[in-house]
Every structure is written in structure tokens, then in C-alpha cells.
């Protein structure tokens, strides 16, 4: 069988060269894909509001019965340090802001 190409090129309508007729398959298509994932869209909500019952989380989304905190442990003293220490606002180049307007020029 030879495979040369044919001299003459192939000549299609635009209808012929489509690979595939659009229409009522392609909707259908559609369709069902769209209905398929509003059923599994429909399936994972009810199985989550399952687990979320079960595991006893309410409406708020908060669990119903929380633990207490763990209490602090009092093996090291508590030091109370500021969380900055130098509390002077700063500029974004690195020095300190202008806390006044400089005098106006006469």
C-alpha cells in the first residue's frame, strides 16, 4: 500500500470535515453529565450531614461538648515582657515617623 499524499488536495464542505454533528446528541450528553453531578453533589451533602450528626457537631459548626482548656503549666515562672520593645513607630524606610508638622515657611 503506498502512503504518498495526493497531488490533488481534499476538498470538504465545512459540514464534512466536522467530526461530529452538533444537535440533540451533544445536548443529551450534556444533560446527563449535568444531572449525574447534581446526584453526586446531592449524595456527598446527605453523607456529610451524616458524618457531622454522628460525630455530634451542631449547627453552629462547633462540636456540642467541648473539653476545658488544658491548664497552663506551673513549672517556669511567668515573665511579663512587652511584646515590643521599642514601641516607636517606624517608617517603612527603617527611621522613626514625623510625630510633628515641621513650621510652615515664611
Known sequence: MDNKP?????????NEARQG?????????LIVALLLALVAWGAA????????N?????DS?????????????TDQPVTNT???PN??????????????NPAPAN
Not at 451533602?45 to 457531622?52: A, M, T
Not at 462547633?62 to 503549666?73: F, H
Not at 514601641?87 to 510633628?100: A, H, I, L, R
Open 87 to 100: 514601641p516607636t513607630p517606624q517608617t517603612g524606610s527603617g527611621g522613626d515617623t514625623q510625630t510633628k
Open 45 to 52: 451533602e446527605l453523607y456529610g450531614e451524616r458524618v457531622d
Open 61 to 73: 459548626g462547633s462540636a456540642v461538648q467541648s473539653a476545658p482548656p488544658p491548664a497552663p503549666s
Open 82 to 84: 512587652p511584646a515590643d
Open 21 to 29: 454533528p452538533l444537535g440533540r446528541p451533544v445536548l443529551n450528553v
Open 6 to 14: 495526493s497531488k490533488s488536495p481534499v476538498r470538504e464542505t465545512t
Open 54 to 58: 454522628a460525630a455530634g457537631v451542631g
